[in-house]
C-alpha cells in the first residue's frame, strides 16, 4: 500500500499563475503577466511560457464557454503566447537554444521592449 504524491512540476505552477493573473479582473496584471513570468521562472524554457498560456487561455475557455461568459481573456492569453512565440524564435535564431525565460528578458532590454511596456 502505497502513498500516492502529487508531484507540482514548474509547468503546472506557470499555468496556475497565468490562471490567476488572467483571472484577477485587473488589467496591470494582465499586461504584466508574461515579464511576471520570466521573473518568476528565470531558468524555464521559454516555450514553457508559451505552452502555460495557452493552456490557461484554454481552460478559461473551456470553463467560461461553458458557463455563458467568453469574455477576453482567453483571446487574450493567446495573443500573448503568439507575440512571445515570435520573440522566442528570434531569441533562438540570436543561438540561445534552448531559450531560457532570462534570455527573453535581455532581449526585451536590448532589441524589443513590447514585453516590458505593457
Known sequence: MGVEV???????E???YALEELMA???GRRRGLVRHMCLKF?????LSLVFALTSAGAMIEDNLVRDGESGDIA??????????AGDIYAVESM????ARTRD??????????YFLEL
Request: charged share 30%.
Open 95 to 98: 543561438g540561445h537554444q534552448p
Open 25 to 27: 479582473g485587473d488589467d
Open 6 to 12: 502529487e508531484r507540482v512540476t514548474p509547468i503546472d
Open 104 to 113: 527573453l528578458l535581455h532581449f526585451w532590454r536590448r532589441v524589443d521592449d
Open 75 to 84: 483571446p487574450l492569453a493567446y495573443k500573448l503566447a503568439a507575440v512571445l
Open 14 to 16: 506557470m499555468i496556475e
Open 42 to 46: 528565470p531558468s524555464e524554457p521559454a
